[in-house]
């Protein structure tokens, strides 16, 4: 069985079932530290009998809610297609800085359950979405509740907002994350008015530079 693989799905099973719970998660784990363990037979996934240090130092970053991987997640929705050339910039932009990886994805298209570990794999998220009905694009506002609700986290979240007439995201994207511990909004906060213009494409660039 490949690390790799295992990870994957090891993650996305973590995050999606036992995220919130990582207080208790870390109580077990002091007590294993203390175990001569050979085997581990989890009560769902393969037994597992090689590596273990790898599986228990994951399972730790993950129930710490610490950062796996060095890099930038960005999940955004997108009504007419500007909002999603914004994050294709942003990820341009970030990967000319330097940013050791990069990972992006269309919370309306893909599958929620990896885009939640994503956001919780890495240190650093980008949420970029569209006023809707005086609210946020539904996609991302499931997505944020869900994130919240799983524990989120000790990260670093910059905001791209999509508005013509009364843009809400930021104030709403920052209400919804209220209740999560140690977030801190990375700026500038990019607000496009429909289309991007030369001034958003400065600002993805200053954000960019923030994050990498």
């Known amino acids: 069985m490949a690390l790799v693989s295992w990870a994957c799905e090891a993650r996305r099973y973590y995050f999606g079932i036992v995220g919130k719970y990582g207080m208790q998660v870390q109580n077990v784990l002091k007590k294993a530290a ?4 050979q085997t581990i037979c989890p009560l769902h996934g393969p037994v597992l009998s090689e590596n273990l240090p790898y599986y228990l130092n994951l399972y730790n970053i993950w129930s710490s809610y610490g950062v796996e991987t060095e ?14 050339e914004a994050a294709l910039l ?7 800085a330097g940013c050791p990886k990069v990972a992006i994805a269309d919370l309306a ?3 929620m359950a990896e885009c939640l570990e994503d956001a919780f794999r890495y240190g650093k998220v ?3 979405t569209t006023t809707y009905n005086m609210e946020i694009f539904p996609f991302m506002s499931d997505f944020i509740t ?9 990260k670093q979240i910059g905001i791209i907002e999509n508005g013509t007439w009364a843009p809400q995201v ?7 994350l209220a209740n999560a511990k140690n977030i801190t909004f990375v700026e ?7 289309a991007m213009d030369e001034n958003n494409i400065k600002q993805i660039k200053e954000l960019a530079e923030a994050l990498k």
Do not use: C, M, W
């Not at 203390?34 to 363990?37: A, N």
């Not at 890099?71 to 999603?84: L, R, W």
């Not at 500038?188 to 429909?194: A, G, M």
């Open 71 to 84: 890099g930038v997640f960005i999940a955004y929705t997108s009504v007419y297609g500007h909002t999603k």
């Open 170 to 176: 930021e104030k709403i994207i920052k209400a919804k």
């Open 188 to 194: 500038p906060v990019v607000k496009i008015v429909s």
């Open 109 to 111: 298209r893909e599958d």
């Open 146 to 154: 869900r994130l919240v609700e799983h524990g989120f986290q000790n």
């Open 34 to 37: 203390t175990l001569d363990i």
């Open 126 to 128: 980008v949420l970029a």
């Open 90 to 96: 942003l990820e341009e932009e970030l990967k000319k």
